[in-house]
């Protein structure tokens, strides 16, 4: 089993595994289950209360912080493209978008689906139809990494087809995303997406030799063996794991996969609660944006003064559980602290980043990882992803998005793939779009462009084409 590398974390002060594992559980949580989790332990913990919350009188906001509402009269940012955030502990949010929207046009929805739907709807226009049921046969039998569970000649048995017919089957697979989804095993998912990242970018030499012979020497850090074994440098070795560690992932399912669901619901969800809202304070183009975080009972959840001065005159047999109701009420007061305090981080720097984007649409995000943030805030990666998990912004245009779109690496190609075609005066194969992409600065590759091609719903060249003569 190949090891990744975990970056350390690098908070300014340690955190005892209570907290921590606590401060991780909220921060996951949204805004609507956050409000659940806190009533809950409200209502069973009687070391809890609730300050009376200071409301705006001019948008009746809550807020906890002294001065004037940060809503209706924010600090002026000292850099103007410094944005302005604030946490708001309400939770009784209403919609304020344009009234002149149309709910069926704004970004509202996100399919939810597991991976085996995910993938098949990606690969079923390229599938012929006799072979999309094996293909939904092989995506059930994934475990929980992404990996067949089931050898392929299993599989040809079970549908009395050659062995050929289903490792085609699996190859598009494999090459949908995530990539390497469908691999018999992590070094055949590493070797697929060492293949399809050689399309993109410099790969070290003898990388996938090292896989497939020393696999278990990789992941045992034993790399002058190694060297030894296939017959290079120390250093080189030390190069492909760097690399291996950096880019490749050897369980598929554990990645961050669809970002962007696919495929449309008859009723599909629609958010009504984001977590935060992002507005600009004025229309000009170097107004600030102002970032309203949602965070329930933030600043007015504390506890009980008059329960932490009775705990020491409590009868004997009562106090060990006024002592643990105590004690749990000052862990969860300073984990929704420590909570608030990372998604502000987080979204402050978002909005600084992803400006161009906010404003302006799906075409001017800028590619952004998990990781990267990661190190920029000096976090360890799963905050991030937590952080970032079952989240929603509402845009200054009114639409509620998912948070993980920030992250949505693939959006900028998608968003010119989808402009491509549609300005095309007859349908363009995938290699004439790769080739159009690429003259635009995106390095994308045939078959990258037929997996967002898929992701988009979009239907192949010689499907366009039929479609277009019988609407004529």
């Known amino acids: 089993m190949l090891q990744t590398r975990i970056r350390p974390s690098t908070q300014l002060r340690p ?12 921060i996951e949580l949204s805004a609507v ?7 809950s332990e409200l209502a069973k913990n009687p070391a809890l209360e609730v300050k009376d919350p200071r409301r705006c009188p001019v948008c009746d906001r809550q807020y ?3 001065g004037p509402c940060p809503r209706c009269h924010p600090a002026q940012s000292p850099e103007p493209d410094q944005p302005i955030v604030f946490v708001s502990p309400r939770y009784d949010f209403v919609h304020t978008h344009n009234d002149q929207d149309n709910p069926q046009e704004r970004d509202l929805q996100l399919a939810i689906e597991d991976l085996p739907t995910y993938v098949l709807k990606q690969i079923a226009p390229e599938l012929p139809i006799e072979d999309r049921q094996i293909a939904a046969f092989i995506l059930s039998n994934l475990d929980e990494d992404g990996l067949l569970e089931v050898p392929v000649i299993e599989v040809a048995r079970y549908y009395h087809v050659p062995m050929s017919r ?12 995530p990539i390497g989804v469908g691999s018999p095993s992590p070094k055949d998912a590493l070797i697929v997406q060492l293949e399809v990242l050689g399309e993109q970018k410099p790969v070290p030499p003898h990388a996938e030799k090292a896989i497939q ?11 002058t063996e190694l060297a030894r074994k296939i017959d290079i440098q120390v250093h080189q070795v030390e190069s492909i794991a760097r690399f291996i560690s950096d880019n490749l992932n050897p369980f598929p399912g554990r990645a961050f996969w669809g970002d962007i669901r696919t495929g449309q619901s008859d ?23 102002v970032v309203e975080v949602f965070s329930p009972y ?13 705990t020491n005159q409590v009868d004997q047999d009562k106090s060990e559980q006024w002592k643990s109701d105590l004690g749990q009420a000052e862990l969860l007061v300073k984990c929704l602290q420590q909570r608030t305090t990372t998604i502000v981080r987080l979204l402050r720097k978002l909005a600084v980043i992803q400006r161009e984007f906010i404003l302006n649409g799906d075409s001017h995000l800028l590619p952004q990882t998990r990781a990267k943030m990661a190190e920029e805030l000096e976090v360890h990666e799963s905050t991030i992803s937590r952080a970032v998990s079952s989240k929603t912004v509402q845009m200054p245009n009114g639409h509620i998005i998912p948070l993980s779109k920030f992250f949505d690496r693939s959006l900028q190609v998608r968003t010119a793939l989808k402009q491509i075609i549609c300005e095309e005066e007859h349908p363009l194969s995938d290699n004439a779009i790769s080739e159009l992409l690429n003259e635009q600065g995106y390095s994308v590759a045939r078959r990258t462009v037929a997996k967002y091609r898929a992701m988009e719903g979009i239907l192949p060249s ?11």
Do not use: C, W
């Open 15 to 26: 955190l005892t595994t209570a907290h921590l594992a606590q401060t991780m559980a909220l």
């Open 64 to 66: 906890s912080d002294n």
């Open 33 to 39: 289950e956050l409000d659940q989790k806190i009533q």
């Open 298 to 310: 933030a600043g007015i959840l504390r506890v009980n003064p008059l329960f932490r001065e009775a």
């Open 166 to 177: 289903v490792e085609g089957v699996i190859d598009l697979i494999q090459h949908a995303d």
């Open 462 to 472: 010689h499907l366009r084409q039929t479609q277009a003569l019988a609407e004529v």
């Open 213 to 223: 012979e020393g696999m278990d020497l990789l992941s045992r850090h034993q790399y």
């Open 267 to 289: 009723n599909p969800p629609v958010f009504t609660h984001p977590d935060a809202i992002i507005s600009q304070t004025d229309t000009t183009p170097d107004g600030a944006l």
